[in-house]
């Protein structure tokens, strides 16, 4: 069982937010402006762009995998560093954090999420984990699309937290406008896999 799958069980247990729950925050930037639709409009092929830590990194590999996989679902093909339409950048990261899984649903007390009170001392300190994709015009190097993703639980492991994190910044591509949307998500129990239950614009 994945770390998710055993937060999720945790969660369900005491009776807090439980896996169909659990719920990622999603901002968008089209370079069209508003209209996202365009922002990317041509030849889906792109290649992936590594920066000198993520070279040296024995598990990006692996999120690379998770976004070739993903992306393939939309019709995007990755050209393994030969020219493409697209350079896609990827950035990830965790911190410390304290608001509660998934946003503001309800409150840390309802919960169990918050970043103090009881939560806090049952399942420990919380992170909040981000994943951002950047899509370059490989010609002009102009920024065609940015999304980027994030999701808060109580699992210090960036890499754990991933498949999520990708599958929801992926979850429509590209976003519509407005720029801001919420995304709820399943995790299924026998495979550990997030699976994109609704998404819901925000108005911020």
């Not at 659990?22 to 996202?36: K, Q, S």
């Not at 806090?120 to 950047?134: D, K, N, P, V």
Request: aromatic share 6%; glycine share 10%.
């Amino acid at each position: 069982m994945t770390r998710i799958a055993h937060l999720c069980a945790a969660l369900a247990a005491a009776s807090l937010t439980g896996c169909a729950g659990l719920t990622a925050d999603v901002h968008t930037v089209a370079n069209d402006g508003a209209d996202h639709t365009v922002a990317l409009q041509g030849e889906q092929t792109y290649t992936l762009a590594r920066t000198q830590p993520q070279d040296d990194s024995a598990d990006h590999p692996q999120a690379e995998k998770l976004l070739r996989d993903e992306l393939a679902k939309h019709g995007f093909v990755d050209t393994a560093g030969k020219p493409a339409h697209y350079l896609l950048s990827v950035a990830y990261g965790t911190r410390p954090a304290s608001i509660g899984v998934g946003g503001k649903d309800c409150a840390p007390a309802d919960c169990g999420a918050g970043g103090g009170g009881l939560g806090a001392l049952l399942f420990g300190r919380e992170y909040q984990h981000a994943l951002t994709l950047r899509f370059f015009d490989y010609a002009s190097g102009t920024e065609r699309y940015k999304v980027g993703a994030v999701f808060t639980d109580r699992n210090a492991d960036p890499q754990e937290a991933l498949p999520l994190l990708v599958k929801t910044a992926l979850a429509k591509l590209p976003f519509d406008a407005p720029a801001d949307w919420r995304v709820k998500l399943s995790i299924d129990k026998a495979s550990g896999v997030p699976n994109v239950e609704s998404m819901q614009p925000l108005q911020r």
